[in-house]
């Protein structure tokens, strides 16, 4: 039985300043982290499909690279910070991605080895991503594998070490057809490199309360480990982390959520009218919206019902971290005030009493038949989920995101060994 919010039920409170994850049991938060790295790869899956029938393939290609280009950088030096494994090298970039919402554990398996500080690989065993689009063609294949995986590896980096380049050994199309690991990349870092430079969207992206954020400091006497300062793990094993690391973790995981948004947001409007632009956006929105509850519901096998809704409301990317999204939290309602995400034009500017789509997605996800009630203003509302006579049917945005395998996709325990330069 989950037992982990033993008071949300019984009253309105605001935990702004101490995040909602920390009243999450240390057990709960090691399946939440890894569950909320899945469901932000999965925004893509969500978005990219209205991209294509909006704008084209091409100009879908150029979306998703200056959106990732846009954040990454910035979400990657914040989760080296935070778990304090700053530095330069060949292994910290590895680490980076191994907390990194582009590359979910086991959905996207990345293999790990190191020769030397400045020289590294990494093969794929399975490759999610890859078994979403490959039914698609080579042609969308090629985009994302080449087309988008070439400056966006690289913007990646840039946060370890400006000097380092990723560069692939072989990668899809897959020849022959049946190919493992399904791709191969080599990281050198060299002082003869060209640096690479962030991107224009990057710099728009630092400007925003997003990047700058301050959270929760970690607990160093909270059982567990504290930080990520030893050796690169072949998997990280999340139930090792305390607490307290794991709620920092799981805000800086929703914050990589909403800067890659604003990277997409940045990019779709630069290319549509401000009507056609948000539109587009709310749709991204409703598919993740919908998928993610979905899996936080049954991850973590919360209540049914009203109480299941409120429950996972409050767990959900789109209204977290407490300090980035204002909200208070009672037995069938949450009650959503003036926060830093409108300020940022963030997903919660797309929510509000003309727009309940993205909330009844979510309650839908724990039960068809429950409904949302929404009152207020576009920056100060109360949703109060109800219950109907009758189940409403999927939101064609969720049905679309559910294409992917990474929306009924099952992890498995790993056993984390440390990796041992071969140089």
Known sequence: MYTSLPNIYNMFYSDRMSGRYRELARADLA????????????IDRSGMAWCISTLGREEMLQVAIEEWMAASPIYTKRMQRAL??????????????????GAPPQFMDFRYNVTDANHGTFHLDH??????????GDAYVTGMCHDIEDPTFDATAVATNPKAQVRPVH????????????????????????????SAGCTATRRTHAASLELDPIDPGDDGKADYSGPL???????????????????????QMHLLYLGFRRAVTARLEPDEARELCLKQLIGIAGIAAERIHRALRLPSGVAGAVAVLRLHPLLNPAAYVTAEFGDDAVVVRRSLAHDDDAWLALCGPESIAPLQAIVRAVDPRLDVAVVGDATAWRCRVVERAESAAEFDEVAVTRVSTGASFQFEPRHSLPITPVG
């Not at 970039?93 to 907390?99: C, S, T």
């Not at 490199?193 to 962030?198: A, D």
């Not at 793990?233 to 914050?255: H, M, P, Q």
């Open 171 to 198: 990668r899809p199309p897959r020849k022959p057809a049946d190919r493992h690991p399904h791709c191969e990349w080599t990281v050198t870092i060299d002082e003869s490199h060209p640096p690479v430079s962030e």
């Open 127 to 136: 490759c999610g991503a890859l078994m979403d689009v490959e039914p698609m």
């Open 31 to 42: 399946t939440l982290v890894p569950e909320l790295l899945l469901i932000g790869q999965l």
């Open 233 to 255: 793990l072949s998997d990280l094993d999340f139930a090792e982390f305390s607490a307290s690391a794991l709620a920092r973790i799981a805000d800086e995981v929703c914050l």
């Open 84 to 101: 304090d494994f700053e530095g330069t090298d060949v292994p910290t970039i590895f680490k980076g991605l191994q907390l990194d919402i």
